[in-house]
């Protein structure tokens, strides 16, 4: 029991306090490192857990309206003496608003992973266009090709933020340039983590089969046994022909 009464601490801490914000958060930044290139779990993490409280707060207000009335008589749920501000409608209320975030959340395609339970739950990101996805119906689209696609769309940023780098590094003064400096070393830090991670996604996509990619350029050597042996039956059999031919 003591078991069990912990998991439900902890189950109601979480959907009160992080589920709520955070899926809200995935709503509204769908995008992996949206919300900044380095930190960006950290930074949902946080936004999570105080938006959550001020979803609970809204509910709060919401519910413990008086123009709501005593609610319904339920034994054992609510108590009908009682306004809605009860653990029961509570709990209803966060569970109804952590769905609808995450529905929103996936629509917008903050939720890649979902293609590797069905294809048809596969979505992009806003700026993101998998023609896998949007052509090809009822076809497995692997989480990786949507992460891929994101990276892609990563790496193009990264670049347009270097040349602005390098433009104001230029224009700027001593200081800008020594700040600038150190920016393009961390953007070329981004970019080569990007490169090396698009790196290892395309091998898992890209995995040579049979005569193909490097395998492909390999040319074996015959076996022995398929070589070209003299037939000596042959042989013996033409030049025993010509005895005979000079014996008459």
Request: aromatic share 8%; net charge negative; proline share 5%.
């Amino acid at each position: 029991m003591e078991v069990l009464s912990l998991l439900r601490v902890i189950a109601g801490l979480v959907v009160v306090l992080f589920l709520p914000g955070y899926t809200l958060i995935q709503a509204m930044f769908p995008r992996r490192g949206e919300l900044d290139e380095e930190f960006d779990t950290l930074y949902r993490v946080t936004l999570g857990m105080a938006m959550s409280i001020c979803v609970v707060i809204l509910i709060g207000f919401v519910l413990g309206n008086p123009s709501l009335g005593n609610a319904p008589e339920w034994e054992g749920i609510s108590d009908g003496d009682k306004g809605y501000f009860q653990t029961f409608f509570v709990t209803t209320s966060l569970v109804v608003i952590i769905l609808l975030f995450f529905g929103a959340g996936w629509y917008r395609g903050a939720y890649p992973w979902m293609a590797n339970i069905h294809p048809s739950l596969a979505r992009a990101p806003p700026g993101l266009r998998i023609e896998s996805e949007l052509a090809v119906a009822g076809k497995y689209i692997p989480a990786e090709l949507l992460e891929l696609q994101g990276l892609k769309h990563d790496r193009d940023n990264v670049k347009k933020k270097m040349k602005e780098a390098e433009l104001r590094k230029r224009t700027g003064s001593s200081m800008m340039k020594k700040y600038y400096d150190k920016r393009e070393k961390t953007l070329l830090a981004d970019l080569a983590d990007i490169d090396s991670r698009m790196a290892e996604l395309d091998e898992t996509l890209n995995r040579p089969g049979e005569g193909e990619g490097l395998s492909g350029d390999v040319t074996q050597d015959e076996p022995v046994s398929t070589l070209a042996v003299p037939d000596v039956e042959n042989d013996t059999e033409e030049s025993d022909t010509v005895e005979s031919d000079t014996e008459e």
